[in-house]
Structure formats: structure tokens, C-alpha cells
């Protein structure tokens, strides 16, 4: 088997190449570097290799042939998956006021990694492929992970997760499910819990804007029966352009170097800057 830290910088080099656009449009022509960085990541143990297997299928994830990949080979469910078990053998980044019952993965993951994961899951889930696939896991498990990214004291991964919750919304069990479980009652209690969140320093996201994110979603479910066609309300906060074309079909015929804008995360101590391009 191959040494971890060889393991490591194969991953960083092409997370490296990933990071710019002809970098992406050279690894994307055709689904084989994607089957092989999904097999690995749903192998990979947590550490620095997995974060940076994670980053690559992130940044990859900006092209929609590989969504759709990413979607046929079930990235969807192991993401979920990712946020929602706990791993044996390893412990929390920082204490936790959760018992034990409680903690989820998604609390033993580094930053690097709960933020790509989030950004990947809502690409995915933008798609209607993605979310039906998000609409097969069971309702329970999605809300339970959903909600606790929604109340995550990271704040950067929260418009993640209200992405991820207003496509999986347009599931009919879904929606069913979070009526049932008085989501919009948990939703109130994160809008008020907002309201005392101070404005942060820089150019991060700020409380207010989560806080108009969620009243979009809560206005949702104040509604008796399950939006349907609003997703292109210019209105919608949540809306993204990355979901107008329904015909998987089209993505065959798309130009090599186009690319969804979609929103991923910032770079970090993770990436390598490249200054003038």
C-alpha cells in the first residue's frame, strides 16, 4: 500500500491543478478522474488526505458532467453519510456541550473539510438528479444532519446547508417529513438565535444574511401545500442558474470550459494562490 504522505501529496498536487479553471477543464474531459477520486474518497480514512480528495471533487463539481457523475455514483448519499456517522477512533476537534448520543461527524470534521462537503452536497442537491437521490435517503437522517449544519457555529457552512434544505424541500416526502417535525418551529428558534449573533469582521457571511435565507425557507413551509415552480423566482435568495436546464442529455454537448457559478468556498491554507489568474 502506498505511504500516507505520498498518499497525501498526490492528493495536494491535484487538489493544486484543480484549483485553477484549465486545470479543471483538463481532468474533466471525460469521468475517469472523477470515478477514480469518489472511489477513493468513500475509502479514505479522516485525515489530511480525505480533505483534499474532498476539495478536488468539490472543485470539480463547478463542471456539470461531472455532477452528473458525481450524482450516478453516489456521492450524494456518502456525503451524507460523511456529516452524519461518527467514526470510531476519533475524537472531536474541540470540546462539545453535546452528550454523546448527540455529536455527529460533521463535528469531528476540520474546517477544510465540513465546508467543502457542505458546498459539494448543495452542487449536487442544486441538480434535480441530486435531489431525488437526496430524496432517497431517509427523511429523518437528511433533516437531522440538515439541521444541525443550519445551527453550526461555523457560519460559513450555514447558506450551504439552507441550499441543501430548500432543493431537498422540493421532494414531496421531504417537505411531508419536515411539516411533520415542525422544522419551521427549529427554523424560528435559529432566526431568533440570529438576532443576537453579532456582524462579523471581513468579507464572510454575516448573520443577516443567513437570517434572510432562513425567513425565505420558513415562508416556505408556512405554506399548506409544497412549492412547486418557484425555484426561478427572482425572489429567491436560494435560487441558482445551475438548475435551469433539466435535460441531463444537455451536458454531452456543453462547451469543454464551461462551468456553473456556483459558490464554493473560499481558498485556504489548503489551496495554493495564484496570483494574476
Avoid at 99 to 110: D, I, T
Avoid at 125 to 142: D, F, H, Q
Avoid at 159 to 186: C, F, H, M
Avoid at 241 to 259: K, L, T, V
Wanted: aromatic share 8%; with cysteine; net charge negative.
Amino acid at each position: 500500500a502506498m505511504a500516507t504522505p505520498i498518499k497525501e501529496a498526490y492528493a495536494r498536487f491535484f487538489n493544486t491543478i484543480v484549483s485553477i479553471q484549465l486545470g479543471r477543464n483538463h481532468l474533466s474531459q471525460n469521468t475517469f478522474f472523477v470515478h477514480f477520486f469518489i472511489k477513493k474518497f468513500s475509502q479514505a480514512s479522516d485525515g489530511v488526505y480525505r480533505d483534499h480528495l474532498l476539495g478536488i471533487l468539490q472543485k470539480l463539481s463547478l463542471k456539470r458532467k461531472i455532477q452528473s457523475a458525481l450524482i450516478k455514483n453516489g456521492a450524494v448519499g456518502i456525503l451524507v453519510n460523511l456529516l452524519d456517522v461518527v467514526e470510531p477512533g476519533i475524537n472531536p476537534k474541540k470540546p462539545l456541550s453535546l452528550s454523546e448520543s448527540e455529536v455527529m461527524n460533521l463535528h469531528y470534521l476540520s474546517d477544510y473539510a465540513l465546508e467543502y462537503c457542505t458546498a459539494l452536497l448543495m452542487n449536487l442537491c442544486l441538480r434535480s438528479a441530486g435531489r431525488k437521490k437526496a430524496g432517497n435517503i431517509p427523511t429523518e437522517k437528511l433533516l437531522r444532519v440538515i439541521k444541525e449544519l443550519l445551527r453550526h457555529e461555523d457560519i460559513e457552512v450555514r447558506p450551504y446547508a439552507n441550499g441543501i434544505l430548500y432543493s431537498a424541500l422540493q421532494v414531496k416526502r421531504v417537505w411531508d417529513a419536515a411539516k411533520e417535525t415542525n422544522l419551521a418551529g427549529s427554523l424560528t428558534q435559529m432566526i431568533n438565535d440570529l438576532d443576537n449573533e453579532q456582524e462579523r469582521s471581513g468579507d464572510g457571511v454575516q448573520p443577516q444574511e443567513v437570517k434572510k435565507q432562513f425567513e425565505y425557507i420558513l415562508k416556505q413551509l408556512s405554506k399548506e401545500t409544497m412549492p412547486v415552480g418557484e425555484a426561478k423566482n427572482s425572489e429567491d435568495p436560494n435560487y441558482d442558474s445551475a438548475d435551469e436546464d433539466e435535460n441531463e442529455e444537455a451536458d454531452e454537448y456543453e462547451e469543454e470550459d464551461e462551468e456553473d457559478e456556483i459558490i464554493e468556498p473560499d481558498l485556504d491554507t489548503n489551496d495554493l494562490k495564484f496570483g494574476g489568474l
